[in-house]
Every structure is written in structure tokens, then in C-alpha cells.
């Protein structure tokens, strides 16, 4: 029987077939999860192989493989490849096999792109950035537009910008209770942030002073337990990472009173910088590209890396001195984009295809390494990858890519090989991991940097 067959012979017989046997393609399926990683990834090829050979299959080979790739990295490049063939094909069945799984597993692999034609969302989130607004503005800006803004009061009737009222010290004396810090002490006004609204407080253990920022983070309006529970998930990765160099470190967080973390203090983003040198920029780079290796060899990815996503302390004596970067909200957007407008964290010139059309595969460790190339883009020439409204930016996204970095400003040609590779529009065709971005950008720092 087909089934007691030996696996790397059935996976030979498939490649090597001028008659390729559609019947062999439930067995492949079951092979994506064998122990041996060449006969997992002997099986994708031969899927790929079958898909080619019997494209009227494919549809229901989709299906098939989408159900696996979360957990199969096998069956997520079958995926890719199929995608990349067929992408009509893929995208339509994608939509019809999201809206018939159980709605816990539609959210976990929902990923921001068009919605139903009865313009609800069809398992899916919102587009970044897509909504009632239709006058084309500019998408993200990085000269501070937010700060014109009026204020605005919160559910609790606290004005965001002023000094904490009654109410703020009310849930202040319970965080205090419940943190590990001895004592916290709010130096300055609210600032609404990414994600909630900030403290920059003071907070003491054993006497030892610690630069806190205290974040009250938003929620949905009514209470979901599922995110809650996908939230801790993400919280507890990121504070088991906190010996990571180049990541804010999470202090301590809570689900009560309210849903509040307390992190390092950083003031400013990469958002708020002007255009590095060429040499200050590879360093920034590199170590940006070193944390986020070290962040995937421990199964942690980030999800939603751009310019404001990369924090600085903002403490410098003298104009020039070298601020570290900071990588910041670890894995918060993963769980944001299905319950918010995803635009809201991260900006859309800097995500990658797979967060407008499904095609190209889920939200992982590869789109890391694009969210690092963008973030690449801007240190070098001070500019975002993409300009324009929304729709303008998608449609680059998913068909030109951004202009090089050497025709927007004066940077080392192997700048545009290594940002180009980076933020190529299919996983297969950029950096198989950051540890190898970190190796190029190693080699524009020059001696002195």
C-alpha cells in the first residue's frame, strides 16, 4: 500500500514521474510532519511538483496545506510556491477556507487585507490604514503631526497631556501594591503613545532608582478572552527576553487594575531622528539586526517592525553622543491587528506584502527581516521605503517595491543590495535569517565605527 511505502522513495518517484499520481498527494500531506527534515521538505517539493502537473487541484491543495502552516514550515513553502503560481487561485480559496474555520482559529490566521463583497471582513482584520476616509492623504508622517492634535479626555474623564487627577492616583497606589517596585513616583504628564497611554515615573526597589515607563495599554471595549490570554502570551515572551541586549526591557505587567506594563523609559523613535551617516547607520542596523537573531533563536518574533517601533532613551549630555536603538512592544502587534485598525501600530510604508494579501504567506520570522530592511531604509537615507496615501503605498508594496536607497540619497551602492534583499516581496528571496542581514550590514561600519 502507498502508505507503508518508504517516504523518500514515494517523494522520488513524484519528482522524477513524467505522469505525476494526484492519489500520492494525501500521503505527501501526512509527510510534512515527518521527523526527518529532508523527507518534510522532499514532500513540499513534491506538493509543488503536483500542484504544477494538475493545476485544477490546486484550489483544493490550498486549503490543505493553509490548514498546516502554522505549525509546518514545510507546508508554508509549498504555500509561497503555490501562491507565487497561481495567485488568484490562492488568494479566492484562502478567502472561502478563512470564513468556514472556527473563529479562533480565523483570528490566528487572519492577516490584514480586502474585505467581503457585502463590505464586512471576511475572517479577517481590517486593512491598515483602509476605512470611511477616502481623501487620499498622506499615509504616516515623521514630523511630529500627532503632537498638533487636540487633546482629548479618556473613558475615565482624565485629559491625555495633564497632570494624573483623582482617578489616576486611585489605580497608581494599586499598581504600586501589585508591582515589584517599591515605589513609584510619576515625574511627568501622560503622553498617548502606541498601544495606550505613558508614565515617565520613577520606580524604586531596594532603593535602587529605575527610569520606568508606566504604560496603561488599550483594550476592547467589551472584555475578550482571548485576548487577553493571547496578550499574556506575548507579554511573558517578551519579558523572559529581558537580558537581550538592543529590547526595551519589560519590567513587570498586570492585568489589574487596568491592563498595565512597566518598561524602560525610552523618549523618542527612530521616527523622530534625522538621516544617519552612513557608518552610525550601519551600527544602529546591525544592532538592531543582532537583537531581533537573538529574539528568533528563542522562538520570539516581532511582528510589527517600523520607525517608531525602534526606541531611544532620549538621555544624551551632548548633541552627537550615540544612543543605542531599542526594539519596543515585542510581539504586540500580533494580537492588536485583530481587534484594532492595525495602521494604528504599525505604519503601512513599512509592513510587509504578507500584511496586505495573504498570498504571501503568515506573519513570521521572515517578516521580520523585511520590517528590518525598511527600518534599514530609513536609518540610511532618512526616509520611509514608500510615500503617498494609502492605496498608493499597498499598490508599491505588491508590485514595484521602493526606490532604491542610493536614488533618494548618498549611501554605499552595497547599501540597495542589502536593503533590496531584505524587503524582497517573497519570503524565499530574502535573508534566511537576520544573523546573515547582520553579517552584510557589519561590513559598511567601516574601522572607526
Known amino acids: 500500500m502507498t502508505s507503508e511505502r518508504d517516504p523518500r522513495a514515494l517523494v522520488a518517484e513524484v519528482l522524477t514521474a513524467t505522469d505525476v499520481d494526484r492519489d500520492h498527494v494525501p500521503r505527501l500531506l501526512d509527510l510534512l510532519d515527518a521527523g526527518d527534515r529532508q523527507v518534510r521538505l522532499g514532500a513540499a517539493t513534491a506538493l509543488c511538483v503536483v500542484a504544477d502537473e494538475h493545476p485544477g487541484d490546486v484550489a483544493s491543495l490550498v486549503g490543505q496545506l493553509a490548514a498546516r502552516a502554522d505549525e509546518s514550515l514545510a507546508a508554508t513553502l509549498a504555500l509561497e510556491y503555490v501562491a507565487d503560481r497561481y495567485p488568484q487561485v490562492v488568494e479566492d480559496r484562502l478567502d472561502q477556507w478563512a470564513s468556514t ?17 457585502d463590505g464586512r471582513d471576511v475572517g479577517r482584520t481590517r486593512i491598515a490604514g483602509e476605512g470611511a476616509d477616502d481623501d487620499g492623504r498622506q499615509v504616516y508622517t515623521d514630523d511630529g503631526d500627532d503632537e498638533k492634535q487636540p487633546q482629548a479626555d479618556d473613558e475615565d474623564g482624565n485629559t491625555i497631556g495633564q497632570r494624573p487627577q483623582a482617578a489616576d492616583a486611585e489605580w497608581r497606589s494599586l499598581v504600586e501594591y501589585e508591582s515589584r517596585f517599591d515605589r513609584l513616583s510619576i515625574l511627568a504628564p501622560r503622553e498617548r503613545r502606541r498601544y495606550g497611554d505613558t508614565y515617565r515615573t520613577l520606580g524604586v526597589v531596594d532603593e535602587t532608582e529605575y527610569a520606568v515607563g508606566l504604560r496603561l495599554l488599550d483594550s476592547p471595549a467589551e472584555g475578550d478572552g482571548a485576548f487577553a490570554a493571547q496578550l499574556a502570551t506575548r507579554l511573558e515572551e517578551w519579558a523572559a527576553v529581558a537580558d537581550v541586549d538592543n529590547v526595551v526591557t519589560l519590567y513587570d505587567w498586570k492585568a489589574d487594575p487596568r491592563l498595565w506594563l512597566a518598561t524602560e523609559y525610552t523618549a523618542e523613535t527612530l521616527a523622530d531622528q534625522g538621516r544617519f551617516p552612513p557608518a552610525e547607520a550601519a551600527w544602529h542596523a546591525e544592532r538592531l539586526a543582532a537583537a531581533v537573531s537573538t529574539l528568533h533563536e528563542r522562538g520570539v518574533v516581532h511582528a510589527g517592525i517600523d520607525a517608531d517601533a ?55 520570522h521572515a517578516t521580520d527581516i523585511y520590517g528590518l530592511g525598511a527600518v534599514c531604509y530609513r536609518l540610511f537615507t532618512g526616509k520611509a521605503p514608500y510615500t503617498g496615501a494609502f492605496d498608493a503605498v499597498r499598490d508599491e508594496v505588491l508590485s514595484s517595491g521602493p526606490p532604491d536607497p542610493s536614488a533618494v540619497a548618498d549611501v554605499p551602492p552595497a547599501v540597495d543590495d542589502i536593503v533590496g534583499k531584505a524587503m524582497a516581496r517573497r519570503k524565499l528571496a530574502r535573508y534566511e535569517t537576520a544573523a546573515h542581514l547582520r553579517q552584510e550590514l557589519r561590513s559598511l561600519r567601516g574601522d572607526d565605527a
Not at 101 to 117: L, Q, Y
Not at 319 to 326: F, I, S, T
Open 101 to 117: 474555520v472556527e473563529p479562533t482559529h480565523r483570528v490566528d490566521r487572519s492577516t490584514p487585507t480586502r474585505g467581503g463583497s
Open 310 to 364: 525602534v526606541a531611544y532613551y532620549g538621555n544624551v549630555i551632548e548633541e552627537g553622543d550615540r544612543q543605542p536603538p531599542l526594539l519596543d512592544n515585542l510581539g504586540l502587534l500580533s494580537v492588536y491587528r485583530h481587534q484594532f485598525d492595525p495602521a494604528q501600530f504599525l505604519d503601512p510604508r513599512y509592513a510587509a506584502p504578507e500584511y496586505y494579501q495573504r498570498r504571501f504567506g503568515r506573519i513570521d
